[in-house]
């Protein structure tokens, strides 16, 4: 199995430009999650999806962030116009509630530059 | 009521001494809880978990020890050897409903060899 799949791993940007990140998450995974890693705040759930769903957008910072799910192997988060503090490490993770399993497999991350 | 606290921040630890990083919860309806281990480049992958119904958990040199009526939780690991040295996060859900991991700060573990 591959695991779960990000790209680009590293994106480094100009402030007020347009950022996409992808994740493909792991095959047969249900759920998918978006987390933001930061020194000051940790690890942040952003938003997450089960059966392209999203359940709960509560941890998205701002209307600058959307995150779309339109099938079950590809999720985007885009960052538009994107800030200077927007810098992170963004993971993707995801999960197989089928088969009751709690556990998360994370990607290996994006990491965001917005100078 | 959400926040896990974690402690301490880092860690060194001699090579075959044991390592215990504490977590401390306010939500008692958390009924899953996780430790995730995180190298540098990587995304944090899971250690071990212990569900609220039992007092310990162990895989190998990683033991959980969770006590339910102080809400605290702690992983031990045995024998440290420097492979060991990496960032843990503790975390807790409410895997009945929301299933949002909520994630303690990271403790920086560093192992001398």
């Known amino acids: 199995d591959a695991g779960v799949i990000q790209s680009p791993r590293h994106e480094v940007t100009e402030m007020g430009q347009e950022v996409t990140l ?15 890693q930061t020194m000051m705040r940790g690890l942040e759930l952003l938003i997450y999806f089960n059966n392209n769903v999203p359940i709960d957008d509560s941890g998205m910072p701002e209307d600058r962030f959307s995150a779309k799910m339109p099938n079950a192997s ?17 993971f993707c993770a995801s999960r197989n509630t089928n088969i009751g399993s709690y556990e998360q497999y994370f990607g290996p991350g994006t990491r965001l530059t917005v100078t | 009521q959400q926040q896990v606290k974690q402690s301490p ?22 009924d899953y809880f996780p430790w995730y281990q995180q190298f540098p480049g990587k995304g944090p992958a ?7 119904d039992v007092s310990e958990k162990k895989e190998g040199r990683f033991t959980i020890s969770f006590n339910k009526s102080a809400k605290q939780f702690s992983l031990h690991i045995m024998d440290s050897q420097p492979g060991d040295s990496a960032t843990y996060f503790c975390a807790a859900s409410i895997e009945s409903g929301a299933q949002k991991l909520v994630f303690g700060q990271g403790t920086r573990l560093t192992i001398n060899p």
């Open chain 2, 9 to 30: 921040q880092s860690l060194i630890v001699q090579k075959g001494g044991i390592s215990i990083i504490n977590c401390a919860y306010e939500n008692t309806a958390f």
């Open chain 1, 22 to 36: 992808r994740c493909k998450p792991i095959s047969g995974h249900n759920s998918l999650f978006w987390y933001r």
């Open chain 2, 46 to 52: 899971l250690l071990i978990a212990i569900r609220p």
């Open chain 1, 74 to 90: 590809f999720s985007t988060l885009k960052i538009q116009p994107s800030e200077p503090r927007d810098s992170a490490v963004y």
